[in-house]
């Protein structure tokens, strides 16, 4: 039952160098989400997912972009780092229904570094 | 745009003791609220979800209420264990948007 999983868990870039984030979930949700995590602002939407082949920004998009590859996998590509972008990136996913959902998954995360 | 905010930020109580932590949100029309727990360098482990038509919902030695109107929710943990020590994340779904609140830090001394 592995529920949410996004590798890697560590990485460290240069300024420059690119990267994809990868996650992938088994519990057949439809919707798919990234957030990052920063000490005093919280966790932050980056991008999301409300089903396979469609994408759409959240609240800090800038630097980022996604691929929902197909209904298990999303993920994020950093294609210049930059200092600002360190941070603990979180993949997270969820059922809706009618008005609501089921409630979030959230992945371990995957903790960047950009020197 | 909703905001949520979460009182205390961080709160130190003995083995034993009953404790509340709070989270208030601005915007009423919401359609879920989940509690969270975060433990150091770890992700976020779902507590509790209260769907906007429940009232409260419980899990073992964990309360969560939630009054919409009001814009308030409370999570209450009884009989707190030093294995309880972690931060407490409050988020609120409303739109297409979960709005976190920044945590209380809880630690529960021996």
């Known amino acids: 039952n592995a529920g949410v999983t996004q590798t890697p868990k560590f990485q460290v870039l240069k300024t420059g160098q690119s990267m994809t984030l990868q996650c992938a979930q088994d519990?057949?949700?439809?919707?798919m989400y990234w957030y990052r995590q920063d000490p005093g602002m919280g966790l932050r939407l980056i991008y999301y997912?409300?089903?396979?082949?469609?994408?759409d920004k959240g609240e800090v998009p800038n630097g980022y972009n996604v691929s929902r590859l197909n209904k298990r996998e999303f993920s994020l590509r950093l294609e210049s780092a930059a200092p600002s972008q360190t941070s603990v990136y979180f993949c997270?996913?969820?059922?809706?229904?009618?008005?609501?959902?089921?409630?979030?998954?959230f992945g371990s995360g995957t903790r960047l570094t950009v020197v | 745009k909703q905001e949520v905010t979460q009182i205390p930020a961080a709160l130190s109580v003995p083995e034993g003791e009953n404790l509340v932590l709070n989270c208030s949100f601005t915007?009423?029309?919401?359609?879920?609220l989940q509690w969270f727990r975060q433990d150091p360098g770890k992700g976020l482990t779902s507590l509790l979800l209260?769907?906007?038509?429940?009232r409260e919902q419980t899990s073992g030695r964990l309360n969560a209420s939630l009054d919409k109107s009001s814009g308030r929710s409370t999570l209450y943990i009884a009989a707190s264990q030093p294995g309880d020590s972690a931060t407490y994340l409050c988020?609120?779904?409303?739109?297409?948007?979960?709005?976190f609140g920044e945590g209380t830090q809880l630690t529960v001394n021996p």
């Open positions: 997270a996913s969820s059922e809706e229904f009618w008005g609501g959902n089921y409630g979030y998954t």
């Open positions: 519990m057949n949700h439809n919707s």
């Open positions: 997912s409300a089903s396979e082949g469609t994408t």
């Open positions: 915007d009423s029309a919401i359609y879920n």
């Open positions: 209260i769907q906007s038509s429940q």
């Open positions: 988020a609120v779904m409303s739109g297409s948007r979960l709005t």
